[in-house]
């Protein structure tokens, strides 16, 4: 059996490798012209720590992961004004959380790949043939590939499900928020933020700092916008939106690079993740958005639960309904949880900066830990 992959991202590489190893030829397309070298920092646990733990690639995550020791939220003037501890909440999952950047997290999944798969940086899908009987995608390279499967992994901005579930317009939630992401090198922001994830204590908009290895920095921004159209100068607009904010974030901002990581925030919504021969997983078709978490774990527990499927289906339009039949629900599980953080994830007055405040206090006691924490790891789900 022969699949392509549209995407190269967490999601991509986790399908790639579990339908290889289950036996496909696997050709993967990817539009950037190589791995990318940036992204988030990521808590890694529930369902997709699980699936790594099957895989046997924990072992190598643990020791590409960072150890954080809690979020601090700091005013201005850098003063500390609350804190969440990391270990509070990784008591509640056993311990199974680790933090991890997106690149290093895909770089093990690109490592463990079998040699039946087939990486094309530098490629990208022209169009589709959805056939009862098989799939014909025209590349960007001039190639035609057939195959028995077309899995659309290729993110919130998913071209595959444009082609073949219609335009993104319909698919799209916009939940309010721009968001970004860059890494730069500060010693001496580096030092300043320590083990931790610093956050400024901030309303409609929030940058956060952690420290990385060699003394480099990754920072994370979001801030509120009614509009989801992005701006063309992106570097020159978290400029002019977190002007004013103080701390570190003026030396942070000037140091943001022309290419950096800006999109919105946003959930994707479909009635079915398959149509003949095409199959959607990750953010294509299941974006929970940075509000809910889990979307990383929720990638890669989501490519093993198709593959195990195929695997056992009599046919692959019986192995992707099953699929969708078992993941969807979970998949909108962690998407209500996100809309329902979205107003005490990002203050909009005073008085909800002051209740976050207070929330953060009483985070300590364990009732209040607990049920953080419970809504935040949702559902216990069992991974083959």
Partial sequence: MKAIVVGAGIAGLATAGDLARAGWDITVLERSDGPRTSGYMMDFFGPGYDAAENMGILPALLACAYPIEEATYLDSAGRVTG???????????????????????????????????????????????????????????????????????????SAVREAVFGPEVRFIRYLGFHTAAYMFSDPGIAEQVGGRFALTDTKNRQLGLYGLRDNRVAAFLVHRDPSPILP????????????????????????????????????????????????????????????????ASLAVAGARVLATHLAEASSIPEGCEAYQREWMPVVRDRQETGRRAARWFLPSSNAELVLRRVMLALSGLPVVNRAIGNSLAGKAVPIR
Avoid at 88 to 105: C, E, K, N, T, W
Avoid at 119 to 135: F, K
Wanted: net charge negative; glycine share 10%.
């Fill in 232 to 295: 063309v100068d992106r570097r020159a607009a978290l400029q002019w939106e977190f002007a004013g904010a103080g701390w570190l974030a003026p030396r942070a901002l000037a140091r943001a690079p022309e290419d950096l990581y800006y999109d919105v925030v946003a959930q994707v919504h479909l009635d079915r993740w398959h149509s003949g021969r095409v199959v959607l997983v990750g953010d294509a078709c299941q974006a929970v958005s940075l509000l809910a978490g889990q979307g």
């Fill in 83 to 157: 804190k969440l501890s990391f270990k509070r909440f990784a008591d509640l999952v056993d311990g199974r959380l680790l933090s991890i950047m997106r690149p290093d997290l895909e770089a093990v999944l690109r490592q463990i790949l079998p040699p039946s798969v087939r990486l094309a940086y530098g490629t990208a899908l022209q169009g589709v043939e959805n056939g009862p009987d098989g799939v014909r995608v025209a590349a960007s390279d001039g190639s035609v590939v057939e195959a028995d499967l077309l899995v659309g992994a290729d993110g919130i901005h």
